[in-house]
């Protein structure tokens, strides 16, 4: 199965799991499906068998409230069940924003402006303890309105922390409406620049593009830590939900559930007979 296919039945996971749930932020989800899969297919060391393999690449997903997605994978490549994602009960882990306790999840986010702060101390920690593991992190574009996110890139650069990468899921909403009325970033490929940063942009949902953005990034001949920004529609995939601000939070009726999923082409057999 190629990416691309792979990511319309991630879609398809994100939206049974909401839906099932009856909570979940879909449009963040799918505006990093791209991002998150193509990091777990293509580029993390990790171990579904082994959840805190020591040697393992790390990944904070900052903008928490995404975690769907991530679970989606997560739960994809085998490191919990399946099951999980559409069974609500007591002892099921699975929440509307991350949580350590999840297998593969590394550090509980939700709180924003964060996440950035606990990657450049792991980070750090690895650098000082002489181990070769990576440390990614997934930032909001409406996160990075938040000063803790500057302070610890700051930190980053000045501890020369080149095996921290950033990536920015730039989507241009917040819960409230566009980056731009809200506060206008500008370049925020700049801004990491002017903190010492190596930064570039990418299309976020073009896996040819990630791979090339992600591979320059990941040779880091500039002993400084790196930052992707991925442009990205938020809810990108299906055309009702991509940038309709009551999908941050909003739940499908079942009706938009399988048109969704009509969109997605990802029917299932149980399923074809309630359209």
Known sequence: MNLETKAREIRG??????FAFGNGHIASAFSCTEILLYLYWRVLKVNAANPDWPDRDRLIISKGHGVSAL???LADLGFFPKKWLTAPQDGNLLGGHADWKVPGIDWSTGSLGHGL???AGMAQA???????HRIF??????EIQEGSVWEAAMFAAHHSLKNLVVIVDYNRHQSCGPTGNIVNLGSVRDKFAAFGWYSTNTNGHNFQQLSSSLNCLLEN???VPTALIAYT??????SFIENDMHFHTGIPTQDQLLRAKKELGILRTNELRLV
Request: proline content about 0%; charged content about 15%.
């Open 71 to 73: 679970y989606a994978i």
């Open 117 to 119: 702060s606990i990657a």
């Open 137 to 142: 992190c997934l930032l909001g574009d409406g």
């Open 233 to 238: 529609n938020k809810g990108h995939g299906v």
């Open 13 to 18: 996971i994100i939206l049974d799991q909401v």
């Open 221 to 223: 001949k500039y002993s």
């Open 126 to 132: 690895a650098k000082m303890n002489g181990q070769n």
